[in-house]
């Protein structure tokens, strides 16, 4: 069967329009629509303090159809282990983290409205914070029960490559006991936020600024982590996604 099918997902393929227009902030209601809260919210935390914690940030719809996706991609075999760069040792890449991914493209609805929601981010955070953010990589992530990601960064300073880190989760009822936090601390190592990964929760923050790491959790943990970039291209050196 191919993967890009959406068979299983033919109910949850059919967003009206206006939910993909989330975090919408061309909409000109008279109130103030809670996608461009979310927006706004998500701009002034960078801004003040590096990261941001942000729940129900995607239309019900849209979470559901993600979440229906990666379990459908899992479930077809098609995510795999991952790599954390081009000529690593394969045992010391699994020793540091265990997760499987798969990369996201924009060949399925509900992929698309994932790169167009976080569109929206990208324009507002240049917009505004004026960071000269130029792509976005993002992929589902599952980690089996027990697995982990060891405390890493996401970009090393001057590196110029991954500056804003996006994770989105997509677990039903989680619970405090069943572990699988993501930790976050501050530059000098000192813990500053646990946090659950609950469904439609997004967590945004600096890639250089804060070392991370998955804790080892006792049920299926699915996500969506994700990069933006600015161009790092130079006259002598091409610089690709990924
Ligand atoms: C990553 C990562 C965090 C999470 O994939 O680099 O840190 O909570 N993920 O899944
Ligand atoms: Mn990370």
Not at 34 to 50: N, V
Not at 96 to 102: A, L, P, S, T, Y
Not at 167 to 191: H, I, M, P, S, T
Not at 214 to 240: C, E, K, L, Q
Request: charged fraction near 20%.
């Amino acid at each position: 069967m191919s993967l890009t099918s959406n068979a299983p997902l033919s109910a949850l393929s059919e967003f009206p329009s206006s939910e993909l227009s989330l975090l919408n902030h061309e909409q000109q209601a008279p109130q103030i629509h809670p996608c461009q809260a979310h927006l706004s919210t998500i701009t002034e935390a960078l801004a003040e303090r590096g990261y941001v914690v942000i729940d129900q940030a995607l239309p019900a719809s849209l979470a559901r159809a993600l979440q229906q996706r990666v379990l459908f991609l899992k479930a077809n075999d098609a995510l795999a282990e991952a790599g954390i760069g081009r000529g690593d040792d394969h045992q010391q890449v699994r020793a540091v983290r265990q997760d499987k991914i798969h990369w996201l493209d924009r060949q399925h609805a509900a992929e698309q409205g994932w790169a167009s929601a976080m569109e929206k981010l990208r324009l507002m955070l240049n917009r505004e914070l004026m960071m000269g953010l130029f792509s976005y990589e993002s992929h589902f992530a599952h980690y089996a029960p027990g697995q982990a990601y060891h405390t890493h960064r996401d970009a090393f300073r001057g590196q110029q490559n991954r500056v804003v880190s996006t994770v989105l989760y997509l677990n039903e009822e989680w619970a405090a006991a069943d572990g699988g936090e993501l930790v976050l601390y501050n530059d000098g190592g000192q813990l500053l936020e646990r946090v659950l990964p609950a469904f439609n929760r997004l967590v945004v923050f600096l890639s250089e600024e804060f070392p991370h790491e998955v804790r080892p959790g006792s049920r299926d943990r699915h996500s969506i982590a994700g990069w933006f970039r600015v161009n790092g291209s130079r006259s002598h050196r091409v610089d690709p996604p990924r």
